[in-house]
């Protein structure tokens, strides 16, 4: 921070898109050469550059974390996991056996299904245990102004309270989502620390009610939709087809307010979330990320990432074709090449995407809303110590296994 | 001197001390001798820092920022000290980049490899163990201990997807019912239950399928499709073929194998996790481990066939020429990837065993074996 200036730093992020898409293609490829095992260092890779493209008040974020410690936790994930949901699918579909037998009605078709698919359920628990403890090898991972951030180990806790408000907020159709949000990202903020200083999650679950009301209007089109058409059904005598004239544009405006409105709940809960959080006494922030930009460059994006990927593939399809055709002409057994042609072509398109959606979605994204992100009062910094380091567990481990975690 | 050239006079930095954020403004200078590097703090105290132990953080997005650190036999995740120098003058950066060749050096912890060693060996062993060991001996209990009801329901929705899976979309009913062609298989049916000793009844039906081959659902059901009954020549040839299905009944296969699938599901895809393209090897890798699991049951019903062939006095030279007929369809695929044997090396196996066999008698008369070719018209 420059202590010059006035009590406050505005972030930037000066990542460029051309570096990035190199070190994506060339992490694309190496994965795929090693059957997917410098994934561990393609992450790291990404999240050095990312990191160090944080610019605030001219200090830079360092992430520290490394392939070699990601690669080893994932393998006692892949244990612990492999036994686990080994011993409980065979056993499910076992016991599951005896309390189904020939099923003859809808009802017993569908509880058979339930039981031979309730292993998904055995997985949720796990999950939530893996988003906590990748957020906290994250904190853990991550340095500024030389000193380590942290996060103490209570993802059980977490585990049990997700849980919790995620079957509330399912009962009550959505309404107490503003609660679930709330009181889950504040026991991960008071358990989040800078060096040897606690982040303060403030504000009132109540408080995220303002940023449903998108959500509100769009349930509430849809809700009143069915009843309205149903009146003006009976009140005109209208036939079911000029009903439906009506009713499917109606719901389509529903649904897209919907989910334009869960999006902003997104955006506007984060806002709302940062600006009520603080660190070593009247360190405050704020961030103000925009929906309809954010929205904007995730259309915008995917047209990008569509079209060119579109031309990729149609120029590899006909490539491929060429290859497999003459190849089959000179008598060589075209059904095995043909197989490893169109493997290598549909992992190469897919390499290919994945790098166009983080150059072209997840970086803008990610630089608006840090572009978006002002710190208030940072001199306050110069007060706070270096933490003790944390082994960091299983290292995103379980999360990189179950598929949990964001885009980085 | 070539290239860049030394900075003259101290260089303005930035330096954190790893202990407190508190950025502190220093000047740089190395000693005459470049073996360290002066760092004067504001208050005019000095830390030394040895260049051979001067290391680049990289990674970062920005080169023109060159942020320094000590190699040290810190505990932590980065071996480095928790200082770190930053400078920003293009003249130092170049010239540390240059000068310094120490900086990109990758320090390994002693005992990395062996680290590594250890860990992945010891996942490979515990995974294979799950899925070679673990579940097909649960497997192989559940199945033995499975109530006939359970099976049986389970066969039934077994023959419920193969069905649909044969049809041709339209849903019409595959059983082919020809009484004569019933008779006869009931013939062919009791004479082979009864060699073959095992408490399990047996049930026959032939689907209307084009396809060449047979299979053996949970609960005693075995299926054969009409394109087999086309393709043989003799009844003898369909008595191999459900000799062979009737050693997979005996053994409980179909239900351990879809037991022990049910346990393996999704383990492969774990492993292989989010990858580019994972799923693909994931099914790939899953088809393999199917097969592999399969293979070793096919071996053991062939056995189990011979066996029921010479207790019912049906040659096993039929079993032969069926497996020397399909041969040219099937062993274009390596073994490994075949959820079967190669069938030249079981037709051999048959042609042997029909070699030593007393005298046979043909698993159906003529007449027979005429009505059960017709049992789907």
New interface residues.
């Given amino acids: 921070m420059t202590e010059t200036s006035s009590s406050a730093v505005s972030a930037r992020y000066t990542g460029l898109k051309g570096p990035l898409f190199r070190l994506a293609i060339v992490n694309g490829f190496l994965t795929i050469l090693t059957l997917g095992i410098y994934r561990f260092w393609a992450k790291t890779r990404v999240r050095k550059f990312i990191w160090s493209s944080v610019d605030l008040g001219g200090d830079r974020p360092e992430y520290t974390g490394t392939g070699l410690e990601k690669f080893l936790g994932f393998l006692v994930a892949v244990v612990v996991l492999a036994v686990y949901l080994g011993l409980i699918q065979i056993l499910l579909f076992y016991f599951g056996l005896h309390f189904v037998f020939e099923p003859q009605t809808e009802a017993e078709i569908v509880m058979q299904g339930a039981v031979f698919y309730i292993s998904l359920f055995a997985v949720l628990p796990l999950i939530l245990f893996a988003r906590y403890r990748s957020r906290r090898y994250l904190m853990a991972r991550t340095r500024f102004l030389g000193i380590r951030f942290g996060m103490e180990k209570n993802a059980w806790g977490y585990v049990w309270r997700a849980l919790a408000h995620g079957a509330l907020t399912v009962a009550t159709l959505g309404i107490l989502l503003p609660r679930q949000t709330f009181w889950l990202e504040k026991y991960k903020t008071d358990r989040t620390w800078y060096g040897d200083q606690p982040f303060v999650q403030g504000g009132k679950w109540t408080g995220l009610y303002r940023a449903m009301r998108h959500l509100f209007i769009g349930a509430a089109i849809l809700f009143a939709a069915a009843p309205a058409i149903a009146i003006v059904m009976t009140m005109q005598g209208k036939s079911g087809e000029s009903a439906a004239t009506v009713a499917v544009p109606v719901a389509l405006v529903g649904g897209l307010w919907a989910v334009f409105g869960y999006l902003y709940y997104r955006v506007h809960s984060f806002r709302y979330l940062t600006a009520h959080k603080s660190l070593v006494g009247d360190m405050a922030f704020r961030a103000e990320p925009r929906t309809g930009r954010i929205i904007g460059i995730y259309l915008i994006g995917a047209l990008l990432v569509g079209a060119i990927v579109a031309v990729a593939f149609a120029f590899a399809f006909g490539v491929a074709g060429a290859t497999i055709a003459s190849a089959g002409s000179s008598g060589a057994a075209p059904g095995i090449l043909g197989v490893v042609v169109i493997a290598l072509v549909y992992l190469g398109i897919l390499t290919l995407a994945g790098a166009l959606i983080l150059v072209f979605i997840v970086q803008p994204v990610f630089a608006h809303i840090v572009g978006t992100l002002t710190i208030f009062n940072p001199g306050a910094l110069a007060e706070v110590r270096q933490r003790a380091y944390d082994a960091g567990a299983d290292a995103e481990g379980f999360a990189d296994a179950l598929d949990v975690g964001g885009a980085i | 001197m070539t290239g860049a050239a030394a900075p003259s006079g101290p260089v303005a930095a930035?330096y954190?001390?790893?202990?407190?954020?508190?950025?502190q403004a220093v000047t740089i200078e190395p000693t005459g001798d470049l073996r360290t590097l002066t760092i004067t703090l504001a208050d005019g105290s000095v830390v030394l820092w040895p260049f051979d132990r001067l290391r680049e953080?990289?990674?970062?997005?920005?080169r023109a920022?060159l942020?320094l650190a000590l190699s040290a036999a810190?505990?932590?995740?980065?071996g480095r000290d928790?200082?770190?120098l930053?400078v920003t003058d293009p003249a130092a950066v170049a010239w540390f980049r240059q000068k310094v060749t120490t900086l990109d050096t990758r320090d390994i912890r002693a005992g990395?490899g062996r680290?590594?060693a250890l860990?992945?060996g010891?996942?490979v062993a515990?995974?294979v163990l799950?899925?070679f060991v673990?579940?097909p001996a649960?497997?192989d209990y559940?199945a033995a201990h499975?109530?006939m009801?359970?099976?049986?329901?389970?066969g039934?929705t077994v023959m419920k997807q193969v069905a649909a899976m044969a049809g041709d979309g339209s849903g019409r009913d595959l059983v082919c019912r020809n009484p004569q062609g019933l008779a006869a298989l009931a013939r062919l049916q009791d004479r082979l239950a009864a060699g073959a000793g095992i408490d399990q009844p047996i049930s026959l039906s032939v689907f209307d399928s084009e396809m060449v081959n047979a299979f053996a659902a949970p609960g005693g059901q075995v299926v054969i499709f009409r394109g087999l009954l086309d393709e043989a020549t003799s009844a003898d040839e369909v008595a191999g073929v459900l000799a062979h299905e009737i050693g997979h009944v005996a053994a409980r296969d179909p239900t351990r194998i879809?037991?022990?699938s049910?346990?393996?599901?999704?383990?492969l895809a774990?492993?292989?996790?989010?990858?580019?393209?994972?799923t693909?090897?994931a099914l790939a890798g899953e088809y393999l481990l199917t097969n592999s699991y399969t293979r070793e049951a096919e071996a053991a019903a062939d056995g189990f066939a011979l066996g029921l062939l010479a207790s019912t006095g049906i040659s096993s030279a039929g079993m032969a020429d069926f497996f020397e007929k399909i041969a040219k369809d099937t062993d274009?695929m390596p073994e490994m990837m075949s959820s079967h044997p190669l069938s030249l090396a079981r037709a051999q196996a048959a042609r042997i065993h029909a070699a030593g066999q007393g005298p046979t008698e043909p698993a159906l008369t003529d007449a027979d074996w005429q009505a059960l070719k017709a049992i789907c018209n």
């Fill in positions: 930035t954190l001390d790893g202990v407190s954020a508190a950025r953080i990289t990674g970062g997005s920005d920022r942020t810190e505990d932590d995740e980065t928790a200082a770190r930053v990395t680290r590594v860990w992945l010891g996942a515990a995974i799950m899925l673990i579940l649960m497997a559940m499975l109530p009801e359970a099976e049986t329901a389970l039934a879809a037991l022990r049910a346990g393996s599901a999704g383990i774990l492993i292989l996790g989010d990858v580019s393209g994972g693909t090897i274009s």
